[in-house]
């Protein structure tokens, strides 16, 4: 009996010994999992961490950007997009077509553009001029509601002569909305309104066109630029797939070139003289502008524009101003023009005033015609990667331009020109662009005064920034 107490203790003890090896082995099993467990944790932990650091960076540049990406919600900034999506020239854009560099606040843009010029004309009168420096603000106040600025500052401004024997410049608002966009076809805007006349009054910052000097007939026919204060409406129509309707048309203050005093601004600066009245009209009845562009395909814009009010204190004499305008591209090559007309009613509050009613002009008129080639020789990209670019490119254009501003007065000036340009230029991106070019004048109508010689050659640079 003893003997099997025994053994029944031995295998008792044997059982215990290999369920605490057991025990002991499992243990150190779950501990090295649970170890395993922790770290993997760990990792995670780390994983995760660094994810959300990620993100907020890339939620950060996301601000940084916003408005510059196609699909974002800043209107303006998404129609620029579009136009180089499409292939298409920045001339095809208008007023809002600028890039958008800097962003502050919650949803304002900051941007700009300068020039500067070299003159030099054969009458001698050669110089620098800082001719035009234009810081622009865009706002995108809500989802519907966009607000749009720019202020010119010409020559220094009002206190300094910039150089030019002793000409004086300024600093006005050169334009100034408030946009409600309701849909494509139509759209709210109310402000300093650059005016649709012509195309090239909407489109005319100084890096964005290929010369330096502005056409004549957008100096003394449709004197760009051209700002007033008004409201009206814009919209867009697609009557198909592959074309495009624009409209602009607004109520605005209109041109103020005569009182009962007498007539503002005679001679080849009459309408000139006459604008910008972005406070006040002086008569009662507001002045109607508007344009109309059609594209029929891409690369093909075709535009029709008019601006009528009266200018005269009894609302008796209208200035009438149409417009045609034309913007072609394919590939490399652009085809830019414009033509405009101008009559302006000489009865009314002068009739029997035969001193005064003398000064009106006739009818007046003028046109440019703009050929342009881009081009980029690859020798020199080979040659100077780093200065060549892709976004670097030559232009060769020549701009042919007529005016007759009826002069009714005899040496009142030159009743008709005609001017050749041949010009070259050089953007080392699209923003920037150094230009060179020659002015070939000729006059007609001079009873008394001799021809001029006022032939000009014109060097500048100007960008956006």
Request: hydrophobic fraction near 35%; include cysteine.
């Amino acid at each position: 009996m003893k003997k099997y107490i025994i053994m029944f203790m031995c295998l008792s003890a044997l059982f215990l010994g290999t369920v605490c090896s057991n025990v002991s082995a499992a243990g150190e099993d779950l501990r090295a999992k649970v170890a395993a467990m922790e770290k993997m944790l760990m990792e995670l932990k780390g994983q995760l961490e660094q994810q959300a650091e990620t993100t907020k960076e890339l939620e950060s540049l996301r601000d940084d950007v916003k408005g510059l990406l196609p699909g974002e919600e800043f209107y303006w900034a998404k129609k620029a997009q579009e136009l180089s999506d499409k292939g298409l020239a920045p001339v095809f854009g208008r007023q809002y077509g600028k890039p958008f560099l800097r962003r502050f606040g919650r949803n304002t843009y900051l941007g700009g553009y300068m020039d500067m010029e070299l003159q030099f004309t054969e009458n001698g009168e050669n110089f620098f001029r800082q001719h035009r420096l234009i810081p622009f603000i865009y706002s995108d106040v809500s989802d519907r509601v966009k607000f749009a600025m720019e202020l010119e500052i010409e020559d220094g401004g009002p206190q300094t002569t910039g150089g030019i024997q002793g000409s004086k410049g300024e600093i006005k608002i050169e334009f100034a909305t408030i946009d409600f966009l309701i849909t494509d076809w139509i759209n709210y805007r109310a402000g300093i309104i650059l005016s649709p006349l012509g195309k090239f009054n909407l489109v005319h910052d100084s890096p964005l066109q290929d010369l330096t000097a502005r056409p004549m007939v957008n100096r003394r026919i449709i004197p760009t630029t051209l700002s007033e204060a008004g409201m009206g409406f814009f919209g867009t129509f697609y009557p198909t797939e592959m074309s495009k309707l624009d409209y602009e048309i607004y109520a605005v203050n209109g041109f103020s070139a005569a009182d009962d005093s007498g007539v503002v601004g005679a001679g080849d600066s009459f309408i000139r003289s006459a604008r910008g009245s972005q406070k006040s009209d002086n008569n009662s009845n507001p002045a109607i502008v508007g344009r109309v562009a059609f594209s029929p395909f891409l690369g093909l814009e075709l535009g029709v524009s008019v601006h009528t009010g009266y200018i005269d204190d009894h609302d008796s004499n209208r200035l009438t101003i149409k417009a045609f305008d034309w913007t072609y591209q394919k590939g490399p090559f652009e085809l830019v023009g414009e033509y405009a007309h101008a009559s302006i009613e000489r009865e009314g509050a002068f009739d029997n005033d035969t001193e005064n009613s003398a000064l009106y002009n006739g009818d007046m008129w003028g046109y440019y015609i703009e050929p342009r080639y881009h081009f980029m020789p690859q020798t020199f990209k080979d040659l100077a990667p780093t200065f060549f670019t892709d976004d670097s490119t030559f232009t060769a254009v020549v701009r042919w331009g007529e005016l007759n501003v009826n002069q009714p007065l005899p040496n009142a000036g030159d009743r008709r020109r005609t001017r050749l340009t041949p010009g070259f230029n050089f953007r080392y991106t699209e923003d920037t662009v150094f230009k060179a070019e020659y002015q070939i004048n000729w006059e007609a109508g001079r009873v008394t005064t001799p021809e001029v010689s006022n032939n000009v050659l014109l060097f500048s640079v100007a960008t956006y920034f």
